[in-house]
Nanobody, 122 residues
Framework: QVQLVESGGGLVQPGGSLRLSCVAS????????MGWYRQSPGKERELVAS???????NYADSVKGRFTISRDNAKNTVYLQMNSLKSEDTAVYYC????????????????WGKGTLVTVSS
């Protein structure tokens, strides 16, 4: 019923920038919170940034001042602008939609995308 598709990942040099996008499609009425998570090999998945419909943002300490999350509620899309990238930012980045209300009125707690790989390397 609902799909989240991430895009924008790739290979970038240290200090470079990337912009990730995630589009939620399907029978969606509204989405409470959208967020980005990441997972590196051998590590647990961690929150990068999140943004509720109200627009107040939350960031992991490791990305504050470098990453910016934003969303377009009309398009059910969330973005992650990543600047001053470091090698330690290398990971698969996942999009998550929390509190999804379908047009049928059903409420779904979470949806995840399949991820997009970001590699920061010279």
């Amino acid at each position: 019923q609902v799909q989240l598709v991430e895009s924008g990942g790739g290979l970038v040099q240290p200090g470079g920038s990337l912009r990730l996008s995630c589009v939620a499609s399907g029978s969606i009425s509204s989405i409470n919170t959208m967020g980005w998570y990441r997972q590196s090999p051998g590590k647990e998945r961690e929150l990068v940034a999140s943004i509720p419909r109200s627009g107040s943002t939350n960031y992991a300490d490791s990305v504050k001042g470098r990453f910016t999350i934003s969303r377009d509620n009309a398009k059910n899309t969330v973005y992650l602008q990543m600047n001053s990238l470091k090698s330690e930012d290398t990971a698969v980045y996942y999009c998550k939609a929390t509190g999804v209300v379908l047009i049928t009125g059903n409420y779904i707690m979470n949806y995840w995308g399949k991820g997009t790989l970001v590699t920061v390397s010279s």
